[in-house]
């Protein structure tokens, strides 16, 4: 069962939080410094990251699953805010250069689904960043926090969905590695910056980013589309290129 749009918020207005907020928002800006004319979409619980993106980026939306429920978002403006099956949006294909995805596979009856329509939504050079729970982290024994409920996963696990729905795994890295206690996270900065050299427990979330797979197949030693075996499969002769005209250069 999802935890709700108000338990999500709630936990958002806390000190364990806040934190979260600022470790996963170091991570985005690093990953994706500037979207400049891009179109973003955040899928599950992602406004209070939303809101850090530039004000270049050309569409940001909010899509929250119907399980979950939604929230008005931004504040105070036209909501972007937009209440989805997370299996099947109400978006075209391809319309976004940049997709961000917290708090939409631990409890997601399908999440290879989930990342199927990512895979989707995203542009031919897009980017998605997901984070999740990691197993093996403190967060996941947390059950005041959201990362204590559903299933964490470990980066392998992560690989293997990412590339059955389709996209390739580029970098990855851990967060959130301060113990989810009061009295440490006034030091999540320090544990940030020093566990993973001394720590022995992983980050309580794991940030993976890919891109679309580019699915290409070699037939003696030469590089071609699926389509293109396809002609040559069902018969159809494949297109020539076209010859230059008298008077103009083929470019």
Not at 60 to 86: F, T, Y
Not at 106 to 128: D, K
Not at 173 to 179: D, E, K, M, Q, T
Request: charged fraction near 20%.
């Amino acid at each position: 069962m999802r935890r709700t749009v108000s338990e999500l918020s709630r936990f958002y207005s806390t000190p364990e939080g806040a934190v979260t907020r600022r470790m996963v928002a170091a991570k985005l800006n690093e990953a994706w410094p500037d979207l400049t004319g891009a179109d973003v979409l955040g899928l599950g619980y992602t406004t209070p990251w939303l809101d850090l993106f530039p004000a270049e980026a050309r569409r940001v939306i909010a899509a929250m699953p119907a399980a979950q429920g939604a929230e008005i978002w931004p504040e105070g403006l036209k909501s972007r805010c937009v209440l989805v099956d997370e299996h099947y949006t109400p978006f075209p294909s391809a319309m976004f250069d940049r997709i961000f995805i917290m708090h939409g596979l631990e409890e997601a009856p399908n999440p290879e689904g989930v990342l199927m329509e990512a895979s989707r939504l995203l542009t031919t050079n897009g980017r998605l960043i997901l984070g999740v729970a990691a197993r093996g982290g403190l967060w996941t024994h947390a059950e005041k926090t959201p990362f204590g409920h559903g299933q964490p996963f470990s980066r392998s696990q992560l690989e293997n969905l990412l590339r059955a729905a389709e996209l390739e795994p580029l970098a990855w890295s851990h967060a959130l590695f301060v113990p989810p206690m009061r009295s440490f996270l006034r030091w999540a900065q320090t544990f940030e910056t020093w566990a993973p050299r001394i720590w022995p427990y992983p980050g309580g979330l794991i940030l993976m980013e890919a891109g679309k797979r580019a699915i290409r197949s070699n037939i003696r030693g030469t590089a071609t589309s699926v389509i293109d075996d396809l002609r040559d499969a069902l018969g159809v002769p494949v297109p020539q290129p076209a010859q230059p005209v008298a008077g103009r250069t083929q470019t």
